[in-house]
Structures are given as C-alpha cells and as structure tokens.
C-alpha cells in the first residue's frame, strides 16, 4: 500500500507560479513511478505530468510541456510538481498517482495508488 498526500495547491492569478508537492508513504518510495492529473468540473481526469522511479526519465501533456516541471526527491518520498505561468485553463483539482508496474504513465489506469487531490485556482 502507498498513501499518497498532496499539498500547495490554492487561488492564483495568470502567470503566477505554484509548486505542489505530494508526500508518499507506506510501499518504498523509489519504487514506484509518479504521475500528476488533474480534473476540472465537468470534464474527465487527465494527465499532466510522469517521473521514473530514479527520476531520470519524464513526460508531459502538450499543455504544460514546457511551463510545468516535474521533479521527485526519493529521500523525501516526495514529488513535485512546479507549475508556472499559470492559465486560467489549468484551473483543476490535481492528483498524484503512484505504479507499480510502469515506467512512465500517462493513462489513470496504469496506477495503483491516489492522493486525495489539491485544488488549484488561476484568475484572469
């Protein structure tokens, strides 16, 4: 088991930055590939961003390719998530997820665990 706990979300306006974070605990950290997704009202879940276990490896939505970084600290059991030049469009509750089976992931279905999810807000 891993209980995923998510952090830093909030009320911003376009352009600023957020950091999410996304504390794991329980199955060894390290051993798991990390995803973020997000959902916003009335649309289904969707992917974000995904990290490798050893952090060398990542993906990203063409939506945030570029603005959103992903990152993990195994010491800390923690992913991260930084997010800048927010859009209003990125307003959503977003998710961590942790797999055990894949390398990188970007379908919700290729993960075993969720957190509970963050709420991040972007003004215009």
């Known amino acids: 088991q891993v209980q995923l706990v998510e952090s830093g979300g909030g009320l911003v306006q376009a352009g600023d930055s957020l950091r999410l974070a996304c504390v794991a605990s329980?199955?060894?950290?390290?051993?798991?590939?990390m995803g973020w997704f997000r959902q916003a009202p009335g649309k289904e879940r969707e992917f974000v961003a995904t990290?490798?276990?050893?952090?060398?490896?990542?993906y990203y939505a063409g939506s945030v390719k570029g603005r959103f970084i992903i990152s993990r600290d195994n010491a800390k059991n923690t992913v991260y998530l930084q997010m800048n030049s927010l859009k209003p469009e990125d307003t959503a509750v977003y998710y961590c997820?942790?797999?055990?089976?894949?390398?990188?992931?970007?379908?919700?279905?290729?993960?075993?665990?969720w957190g509970q999810g963050t709420q991040v807000t972007v003004s215009s």
């Open positions: 997820a942790a797999s055990i089976t894949v390398l990188l992931g970007t379908n919700p279905y290729e993960y075993d665990y």
């Open positions: 329980g199955r060894t950290f390290s051993s798991c590939a």
């Open positions: 990290i490798s276990r050893n952090g060398a490896s990542t």
